[in-house]
């Protein structure tokens, strides 16, 4: 049973307007969330995080909140670049700074000109 | 940040064979992490290796079959073992950091059993 779900696999937006890239989890208990963001052939890079107790972390273009109620996160980019065409992965961390990372299956985000 | 290697790239191997992975870091790190990402399936963690003890597997993933070393604060192998064309997978190597919490990857391993 997944405990992360990232239900679109793929997302299309026109360059310049907003990209939102949604997750949901089922585990109360994880208490930090993460996005990374993957080009092919290459690793997850880390991209933005929120911890448990906060709603919002922004980033320059990147903004994640944070829904404990409906234990969904959600990522928004805007404006949206050509250069964000990629897979992004939301991410949950169980057992603190020594646990682990639980993976959704990713969303390929293209972002045309 | 670190700065993580991965090698090879890419193999394609016969079934039966192993393939040790190898992952370098251009750091001293205290935890590396091996993880699985199956075709359209999302990252799975295999084990945990910190330097000085013996590696923490998860559930479904066993010594045996992902034997794993961790001589050195800046280096770590995987081997997957007796292979099987379900072992097509990319294979990444994560190193942990101090808080707030995140992991740096490495470019992964394309293995292809045939």
């Known amino acids: 049973d997944q405990q992360v779900k990232q239900n679109s696999p793929s997302l299309s937006v026109q360059e310049g307007r907003i990209s939102i890239l949604n997750c949901d989890y089922t585990?109360?208990?994880?208490?930090?969330f993460l996005w990374y963001k993957k080009y092919p052939a290459e690793g997850p890079t880390f991209l933005i995080s929120?911890?448990?107790?906060?709603d919002k972390n922004e980033d320059g273009r990147f903004t994640v909140f944070l829904n404990k109620s409906a234990k969904h996160l959600s990522l928004h980019i805007v404006p949206s670049q050509p250069g964000d065409s990629a897979v992004y992965f939301c991410?949950?961390?169980?057992?603190?700074?020594?646990?682990?990372?639980?993976f959704g299956k990713g969303t390929k985000l293209s972002v045309k000109p | 940040s670190a700065v993580i290697s991965q090698k090879p790239s890419r193999d394609i191997c016969q079934r039966g064979t192993s393939l040790t992975i190898q992952c370098q870091v251009d750091?001293?790190?205290?935890?590396m992490f091996w993880y699985r990402q199956q075709p359209g399936q999302s990252l799975t963690l295999i084990a945990t290796?910190?330097?000085?003890?013996?590696?923490?597997?998860e559930s479904g993933f066993v010594i045996d079959k992902f034997p794993i070393s961790r001589p050195n604060l800046t280096f770590s192998t995987l081997t997957v073992s007796n292979m099987s064309p379900e072992d097509s997978s990319i294979y990444l190597c994560?190193?942990?950091?101090?808080?707030?919490?995140?992991?740096?990857f490495g470019p992964g391993t394309r293995l292809t059993v045939t």
């Open positions: 929120i911890s448990s107790i906060k």
């Open positions: 750091s001293q790190v205290t935890m």
């Open positions: 991410a949950a961390l169980v057992g603190g700074s020594q646990g682990n990372l639980i």
């Open positions: 585990n109360s208990m994880f208490d930090y």
């Open positions: 290796a910190n330097q000085g003890s013996e590696a923490t597997y």
């Open positions: 994560s190193v942990g950091t101090s808080g707030p919490y995140e992991q740096y």
